[in-house]
Every structure is written in structure tokens, then in C-alpha cells.
């Protein structure tokens, strides 16, 4: 995720609003083909020269930022930048004469901590001919962070093609490059290079289900796709082991790897873990399903940190979904349920792993209460949660989340989590880490400004 998590790259906008305006230093020109290596690095990280428009909690003047200038206006991949929440640090991808390059800095101060050894990606799905990888849908390499064993990593990873030439397709692949979070250095060469086979079936279209994703839910690294049993392996980083999602997905999408098995998203929408668990031995109170009964409901909506969120009918409402439950990955025991119909946007948690939220509704998991930020009888529009702070303070889009610009805070920890208008032009952060936050915004000559404010 958790975050805080994946999105395609046509629908930045929605968690990145509030572009900036501004130089950036020497940013190189952005590259207007993104399936290729810029041969240029990124600018370095500077001192604050673009002031962005934040909330209160955040010192819009004192960080640092970095500009990702290589990269084209539209892509359908994952932006390429990740948080570790456990080492607090940012990593990202830039481009060099060799070919690309992660760059991983500490949050709080922007020193370089490590920089990789220049590699190259698998050839780009557009270079090898597949059709509809061009245009909006060019993939670019990009970054995830994985936590195994106690120890955080960081992953690189792009989608291509090996082995091709004219007279061979090649293998289609997601290539891995694996680095400690804790390394030091330059030109640092990677723990280790993994290569996971993988059959797409189109290019990435902005739906979570569906598309291409490298992420850790809570449970280690997973690579799931658009394949044509939407394919999902584990990896684990240390050792390189691969855990395909075998005769689990023959009853459905595998979505998260827990220590009872796969668990899977049925051909119901409903999930379990086969032969250990289903959705309906943790029933929350006031819905309509009844144990043992397989139906449409129990619908699987997203999993953050160990923990699955999930929607479910009532009596008096058979259409809708008006309630969302919270359940433990591993055993499906219900911790939290609310009287809220989430209008699922894709799972976020604090670095601290108390607060999660998805959409319009969101959890204190320690005080045991849920709070619903959804458009009703107490506000004409919803408000949809980007990040979370470890001291509960949600930051969200206001509206629909497709386009408009405001933006809202809600304290989910100690007020009554009504949500608060922010100023007009806000940005809110894209991720919150122990005292900053992450704010990534649309760069002014093209690609991605990543500005690490503090907490006031």
C-alpha cells in the first residue's frame, strides 16, 4: 500500500491535487518516451523552492524536495516512489546515462542514504510490439517498499519482455531488483535480481483489481496481475523464494499471502481462505448474511497492515452495502465493523499501523471506533481518506475524488472525526511518516515533485 495503496498513473491527479508552479532547479527535460532510459539524473535534492499550499500540521517552508522531471505526462504504471514507514525514508527512480538508477533518502533530513547500481529494465511491453502498451498506457520502472523477517526493502521492479528477437516473442516478465531500506553508498549492487513470469492481458486502465501491482499488504511482498486468473505470487526479498497463488485461485483471485494460506476474492466477490476460513464465520453484527450460506455479500474490499476491509448488506437495505466490517487476515475475526457505505478508493494505514481507512470510512483500531466520512444527512459530499497520521489525524479529498480540489481533515483519535475544510488550494499529503509527511505533486517542467515538509 499500505499503503497506502497503488494507482495508475492517468489518475494521479485524484490523490495528487493542487499542481505546483515554480522552478525546480535544473530538472532535466521530461522524457517523451517513457519506455526508454532518459540518459539524464534527476535534479538534486534542493532546500524548499516550491511553496506548496498545506495543511495546518506542516511547515510548507522547511524539507527538502526532489524533481522526478524525467518522466512523460501520462503512464499507466505505478508512480515510481515509495515510503518505508519502518526506516522512514524515500526512495525513488531516476534516470542515468547507464540506465536507471533508485535513490533512497532519509526523510527527515533528505540525505542521500544509498544510491543503486544503474540497471536496466526487461524490454518495455511497447518496444516488443504488444499492442496498447503505447500512448496513455507506457509503463515505467518503478519502486515499492517490503517488510520480511523484521527487516524493511526496497524494491524496483519494471514489467517487459526477455529473450525476444525476431524470431522469438520472449518471456514476459516483472523484473525485481532488491536492496536493503538500511544500505549505504553508491552504485550499491542489489541483494539480489529476481525475474517472476507473468501473462498480462492489456495494459493497466486505472482499476486495483485489475492491474499490474507490486506491493506489500501487510503480509510481505506480492505481485498480482491482469492475467486471465488474475495471477498473484508472494516473494520473499531475502531469499528470492516465489509463492505462486496455485489451486487457492482456481476458486477465485488471490489478494493477500497470510500464514493459513491465499487469501482469495471468490467468484462471489465474498473471500476466505480455503480450507481454513470464509468471509461468513465473522458475520458483523447488523447484516443480513447468514453463516453458511454462500451469497453476494461479504464483498472483499481492500487489505492494509493484516487487516481486510469488507462490505455488507442489512435488512433494511438488500441494494447497497451499508456496512463495512474490519477482519484479521489471518484468522478473519472480526475487529471493527460501522454502519457506513465505503465508497472504496483503496486502502491506507498509519505508519504506526493504529488508524486505516479506505475511501469514505476509517478505523481507530485501538480505541475500537469507526468513523464515517460518506456524503448523507451530515454532508452533501464525502470525504475520501489519502493518508493518515499516527496520531489520527485523516487527510482525504472532498467530492468524488475524480477531479475536484478540495481537501479536508478529520481527527479520527480524539475529536469526533467531523471532517474540516481546508484552505482553498491545500495539498494534502500523499503519505505521512513519523515527523513528515510526503507530498507529491505534478512537477512545473513535466513529471513529479516529491516535497518532504515537517511537522510543525
Same mark, same amino acid.
Given at each position: 500500500?499500505?499503503?497506502?495503496?497503488?494507482?495508475?498513473?492517468a489518475?494521479?491527479?485524484?490523490?495528487?491535487?493542487?499542481?505546483?508552479?515554480?522552478?525546480e532547479?535544473?530538472?532535466?527535460?521530461?522524457?517523451?518516451d517513457?519506455?526508454?532510459?532518459? *540518459?539524464?539524473?534527476?535534479?538534486?535534492?534542493?532546500?524548499?523552492? !516550491?511553496r %506548496? +499550499?498545506?495543511? &495546518? @500540521?506542516? $511547515? /510548507?517552508?522547511?524539507g527538502?524536495?526532489?524533481?522526478?522531471?524525467?518522466?512523460?505526462q501520462k503512464?499507466s504504471?505505478?508512480?515510481?516512489?515509495?515510503?518505508?514507514?519502518?526506516?522512514?525514508?524515500?526512495a525513488?527512480?531516476t534516470?542515468?546515462?547507464?540506465?536507471?538508477?533508485?535513490q533512497?533518502?532519509?526523510?527527515s533530513?533528505?540525505?542521500?542514504?544509498?544510491?543503486?547500481?544503474?540497471?536496466?529494465?526487461?524490454?518495455?511491453?511497447s518496444?516488443?510490439?504488444k499492442y496498447g502498451y503505447d500512448?496513455d498506457?507506457?509503463e515505467?520502472?518503478?519502486?515499492?517498499?517490503?517488510?520480511?523477517?523484521?527487516?524493511e526493502?526496497?524494491?524496483?521492479?519494471?514489467?517487459?519482455?526477455? *529473450?525476444?528477437?525476431a524470431?522469438?516473442q520472449?518471456?514476459?516478465? !516483472?523484473? %525485481? +531488483?532488491?536492496? &536493503? @531500506?538500511? $544500505? /549505504?553508498?553508491?552504485?550499491?549492487?542489489?541483494?539480489?535480481?529476481?525475474e517472476v513470469?507473468?501473462?498480462?492481458q492489456?495494459?493497466?486502465?486505472?482499476?486495483?483489481?485489475?492491474?499490474?501491482?507490486?506491493?506489500?499488504?501487510g503480509s510481505?511482498?506480492?505481485?498480482?496481475?491482469?492475467?486471465?486468473?488474475?495471477?498473484?505470487?508472494?516473494?520473499?526479498?531475502?531469499?528470492?523464494?516465489?509463492?505462486?497463488?496455485?489451486e487457492?485461485?482456481?476458486?477465485g483471485?488471490?489478494?493477500v499471502?497470510?500464514d493459513?494460506?491465499?487469501?482469495?476474492?471468490?467468484?462471489?466477490?465474498?473471500?476466505?481462505?480455503p480450507?481454513?476460513?470464509?468471509?461468513f464465520?465473522s458475520?458483523?453484527?447488523g447484516?443480513?448474511?447468514?453463516?453458511?450460506?454462500?451469497?453476494?455479500?461479504?464483498?472483499?474490499?481492500?487489505?492494509?497492515?493484516?487487516h481486510?476491509?469488507?462490505?455488507?448488506?442489512?435488512?433494511?437495505?438488500?441494494?447497497l452495502a451499508?456496512l463495512?466490517?474490519?477482519?484479521?487476515?489471518?484468522?478473519?475475526?472480526?475487529?471493527?465493523?460501522?454502519r457506513?457505505?465505503m465508497?472504496?478508493t483503496?486502502?491506507?494505514s498509519?505508519?504506526?499501523?493504529?488508524?486505516?481507512?479506505?475511501?469514505?470510512?476509517a478505523?481507530?483500531?485501538?480505541?475500537?471506533?469507526g468513523?464515517c466520512?460518506?456524503?448523507?444527512?451530515?454532508?452533501?459530499?464525502?470525504?475520501?481518506?489519502?493518508?493518515v497520521?499516527d496520531?489520527?489525524?485523516?487527510?482525504?479529498?472532498?467530492?468524488?475524488g475524480?477531479?475536484?480540489?478540495?481537501?479536508?481533515?478529520?481527527?479520527l483519535?480524539?475529536?469526533?472525526?467531523?471532517?474540516?475544510l481546508l484552505?482553498a488550494?491545500?495539498?494534502?499529503?500523499?503519505?505521512?511518516?513519523?515527523?513528515?509527511g510526503?507530498?507529491?505533486?505534478p512537477?512545473?517542467?513535466?513529471?513529479?515533485?516529491?516535497?518532504?515538509?515537517?511537522h510543525?
Amino acid at each position: 500500500m499500505h499503503r497506502r495503496n497503488a494507482a495508475a498513473g492517468a489518475l494521479l491527479a485524484v490523490a495528487l491535487l493542487g499542481g505546483c508552479g515554480g522552478g525546480e532547479g535544473t530538472a532535466p527535460t521530461p522524457a517523451q518516451d517513457g519506455s526508454k532510459a532518459p *540518459g539524464k539524473p534527476a535534479a538534486p535534492a534542493q532546500g524548499i523552492s !516550491v511553496r %506548496l +499550499t498545506t495543511p &495546518p @500540521a506542516y $511547515a /510548507s517552508d522547511q524539507g527538502w524536495q526532489q524533481a522526478l522531471a524525467w518522466m512523460p505526462q501520462k503512464y499507466s504504471s505505478k508512480p515510481p516512489i515509495a515510503v518505508g514507514t519502518r526506516t522512514d525514508v524515500v526512495a525513488y527512480v531516476t534516470g542515468t546515462a547507464d540506465g536507471y538508477a533508485t535513490q533512497v533518502r532519509q526523510t527527515s533530513t533528505g540525505r542521500i542514504l544509498f544510491t543503486s547500481r544503474p540497471w536496466q529494465p526487461p524490454t518495455s511491453m511497447s518496444d516488443a510490439g504488444k499492442y496498447g502498451y503505447d500512448g496513455d498506457s507506457v509503463e515505467l520502472p518503478s519502486v515499492s517498499t517490503a517488510f520480511h523477517d523484521g527487516r524493511e526493502y526496497v524494491v524496483t521492479w519494471a514489467h517487459g519482455v526477455v *529473450g525476444g528477437d525476431a524470431l522469438n516473442q520472449g518471456r514476459e516478465v !516483472v523484473r %525485481l +531488483t532488491v536492496h &536493503p @531500506a538500511d $544500505a /549505504s553508498g553508491t552504485a550499491v549492487p542489489p541483494l539480489r535480481e529476481i525475474e517472476v513470469p507473468v501473462e498480462t492481458q492489456g495494459p493497466n486502465t486505472g482499476n486495483d483489481e485489475d492491474d499490474l501491482r507490486v506491493e506489500d499488504y501487510g503480509s510481505g511482498l506480492q505481485i498480482h496481475w491482469n492475467g486471465s486468473s488474475h495471477g498473484a505470487v508472494a516473494v520473499n526479498p531475502a531469499t528470492g523464494a516465489v509463492d505462486a497463488c496455485g489451486e487457492a485461485c482456481t476458486q477465485g483471485a488471490g489478494v493477500v499471502r497470510t500464514d493459513k494460506g491465499w487469501l482469495v476474492r471468490d467468484f462471489y466477490g465474498s473471500f476466505l481462505v480455503p480450507g481454513a476460513w470464509t468471509a461468513f464465520g465473522s458475520i458483523p453484527p447488523g447484516a443480513s448474511a447468514v453463516k453458511g450460506k454462500v451469497s453476494m455479500d461479504g464483498t472483499y474490499r481492500s487489505a492494509t497492515r493484516g487487516h481486510i476491509l469488507s462490505s455488507w448488506h442489512t435488512p433494511t437495505d438488500p441494494i447497497l452495502a451499508p456496512l463495512t466490517g474490519v477482519h484479521d487476515a489471518a484468522t478473519v475475526r472480526l475487529e471493527e465493523s460501522l454502519r457506513c457505505e465505503m465508497k472504496h478508493t483503496g486502502a491506507v494505514s498509519s505508519p504506526n499501523g493504529r488508524f486505516i481507512a479506505d475511501g469514505t470510512v476509517a478505523f481507530d483500531l485501538q480505541r475500537h471506533q469507526g468513523t464515517c466520512l460518506a456524503a448523507g444527512e451530515q454532508r452533501e459530499q464525502g470525504v475520501f481518506v489519502r493518508s493518515v497520521t499516527d496520531d489520527g489525524i485523516a487527510y482525504g479529498t472532498v467530492g468524488n475524488g475524480l477531479g475536484d480540489t478540495s481537501t479536508a481533515e478529520a481527527d479520527l483519535a480524539t475529536g469526533s472525526g467531523v471532517p474540516r475544510l481546508l484552505a482553498a488550494g491545500t495539498v494534502v499529503p500523499t503519505w505521512t511518516l513519523k515527523n513528515t509527511g510526503v507530498f507529491v505533486t505534478p512537477g512545473s517542467t513535466g513529471g513529479l515533485l516529491i516535497s518532504t515538509l515537517k511537522h510543525r
